[in-house]
């Protein structure tokens, strides 16, 4: 029999009706001859109001404890998910990620997986039943409760599907699968039926909300097929999984990224290990490095800077500042008006005509460009804020990717 890991997001169990609804998703699942696990986020705003209340007590909570908080809101909707099942008929199951041996390493806030052991899964499928599990969360080797950062629940989803050699893993989301756009911020924009792994990594890596990049990560190397679809119809959404190779050069979709900053490292002596010093300490603090620049040489003396998401302004500002007294850097500047269109699909970043009628368009329409960046499948450019719109649209139309 066939087994199928199920996600569902917050928006999708908001309230008693949509989990009512959930669970006779799942009841229709199992009755079409598959096995089912399914994995549940925090209902609604769930995990914001937790957190909120964290802040109210505690401006800078202790990450162990706010661990402790969030993973609440996961536990109640397992077992919410799982009485809503009971009650169709089926026997069902909840468990936390620690209970299923999801097992992290100990960084709170932003865990990392390291193993799954998955028994009592195991069992639960074996007795033909239906195990809910609450997302977001694990444990570490010394027993403590760790999540897996902001939308980790896909990641575990992902992860239990690798591990339980699932045949594809549904990811239920409050859109109907990925767009060529953010359908909320450019309406018109069409929805993309089909995407490979590398495509759908670099979409989520630029911005894009619809998965958790790691989630990503996780599925390209184990081939996880997945599909992307909403909880709220039977349209068939997005699948993605390994595509052939085409040596047409197009690109497929387009995302953002609102809210970015620039750190820069201003004059610093050339001496050995010095940008290596940097990023391992940004790395070790978990700051996710959107874009980096190794200004050229001038004497004996050159830039370094740092493009990371706003939300880590404070971690890698207090990181580079004490790092430019080390360096002997000048001086730290910040531009804190930066953001980021991305063109994405196969061949993209190597293909000079998409190149060239990217960087055309956006001179067209009065966009300055302050750096761009280029992978095999992405096109990343980066400006100030206020010409987002205008830099996306002209894209859009460029590239044809509206209705």
Not at 18 to 34: L, S
Not at 234 to 258: N, Q, W, Y
């Amino acid at each position: 029999m066939p087994l199928v890991v199920q996600k569902y997001g917050g928006s999708s169990i908001a309230d008693i009706e949509r989990i009512r609804r959930v669970a006779r998703r799942v009841v229709a699942t199992r009755a079409a001859g598959n096995q089912v696990v399914v994995v549940v986020s925090a209902m609604g705003h769930t995990t914001d109001a937790l957190t909120k209340l964290a802040h109210e007590i505690a401006p800078s909570p202790q990450r162990r404890e706010l661990d402790m908080l969030l993973t609440a809101g996961e536990r109640e909707a397992m077992a919410l998910v799982s009485l809503a099942i009971l009650s169709e008929g089926l026997e069902a199951v909840s468990f936390t990620g620690s209970q299923v041996g999801i097992i992290t390493d100990r960084f709170h806030s932003d865990a990392r997986i390291e193993e799954i052991r998955g028994d009592r899964l195991r069992r639960a499928l074996r007795g033909k039943k239906i195990p809910i599990v609450a997302g977001f969360q694990g444990v570490s080797p010394e027993r403590e409760i760790t999540t897996l950062g902001r939308g980790g629940s896909d990641v575990t989803a992902v992860a239990l599907a690798a591990t339980l050699g699932a045949e594809r893993c549904e990811l239920y989301k409050d859109v109907d699968g990925v767009y060529t756009e953010n359908p909320s911020e450019f309406p018109g924009v069409r929805l993309v039926p089909e995407l490979s792994f590398e495509e759908l990594a670099e979409l989520a890596g630029s911005g894009s909300e619809v998965i958790h990049p790691r989630a990503c990560a996780l599925a390209a190397k184990y081939r996880v097929r997945l599909s992307i679809r909403s909880s709220f119809n039977d349209k068939r959404g997005t699948t993605v999984a390994k595509l052939e190779k085409m040596e047409k050069a197009f690109v497929r979709a387009m995302t953002h990224s609102h809210k970015l900053v620039r750190l820069s490292l201003v004059d610093v002596p050339k001496k050995r290990k010095c940008l290596h010093q940097v990023v391992t300490e940004l790395a070790a603090a978990r700051v996710p490095v959107v874009f980096f620049n190794h200004g050229v040489v001038h004497g004996d003396r050159f830039d370094l800077s740092f493009i990371v998401p706003e939300e880590q302004l404070s971690a890698a500002k207090t990181i580079l500042a004490r790092l430019a007294k080390k360096v002997r850097a000048d001086r730290l500047e910040i531009r804190d008006s930066l953001c980021s269109v991305s063109v994405v699909g196969p061949g993209v970043g190597s293909d000079p005509e998409i190149m060239s009628g990217t960087l055309e368009t956006l001179h067209r329409v009065g966009v300055h460009l302050d750096a761009f960046s280029t992978s095999e499948t992405r096109l990343s450019c980066f400006m100030d804020r206020k010409d987002l719109r205008l830099a996306a649209a002209a894209l859009l139309a460029r590239f044809r990717l509206k209705r």
